[in-house]
């Protein structure tokens, strides 16, 4: 019965929405056009004020919906000394559902890695104090299941020593960000976009 009494609500509420934004669009448009007088534009933001308060009374008549078990974020960490490109990454990761942790030097990712766990780790290989592979090596050591991706303009994947710890994928910068997503969706579980 809830679940009935829900769903004709939220079909109620997305269709006040949807005036909602009607109104909003044709005002606009209006104003644009400079067709739109200071009586008309009042009249709108009433209507709009009204919409939006109906709106509200029928979210607080629904209560508090029952909220669905939402598995954790993936975590990923990305160790990038670069700033303006690490905080590209940390935005496009984040906005994608990753939950990111940015560092720009190995010791930095050294203690991430000791304080919490990552489904991935996204490490430059040419980094400041100590190379990527040192974070590779802590990474797999810490957790096997870990998946580790390494990055580089300066090397190729031809070029990895055979010491090298094993990687699960290997980007050649400048990176392709479209392949770079692709990686981290194959390596693991696709985060859910909210």
Not at 15 to 33: F, P, S, T
Not at 147 to 154: E, L
Not at 177 to 185: G, N
Request: one cysteine or more; glycine letters at 6%; a negative charge.
């Amino acid at each position: 019965m809830r679940d009935q009494v829900e769903g004709g609500i939220v079909h109620e509420l997305r269709n006040a929405l949807a005036a909602l934004l009607g109104r909003a669009e044709v005002m606009l448009a209006r104003l644009d056009a400079g067709t739109l007088d200071a009586a008309q534009l009042r009249k709108g933001l009433v209507s709009i004020r009204e919409i939006t308060r109906d709106a509200i009374v029928q979210l607080e008549r629904m209560g508090p919906l029952p909220r669905a078990t939402e598995a954790p974020l993936p975590a990923v960490l990305v160790v990038e000394d670069d700033r303006v490109f690490g905080a590209l990454l940390e935005e496009l990761l984040g906005a994608e559902g990753w939950q990111v942790h940015l560092v720009a030097d190995a010791p930095s990712a050294l203690e991430a890695l000791a304080q919490q766990s990552f489904q991935v780790v996204l490490t430059d290989l040419v980094l400041p104090e100590e190379d990527g592979w040192v974070v590779a090596r802590a990474a797999r050591h810490r957790d096997p299941r870990c998946r580790i991706v390494v990055m580089s303009g300066a090397m190729g994947p031809e070029d990895v020593d055979a010491e090298a710890p094993a990687v699960d994928a290997f980007l050649t910068k400048p990176i392709d960000l479209d392949r770079l997503l692709a990686v981290l969706a194959a390596l693991s579980p696709r985060p859910a976009r909210g």
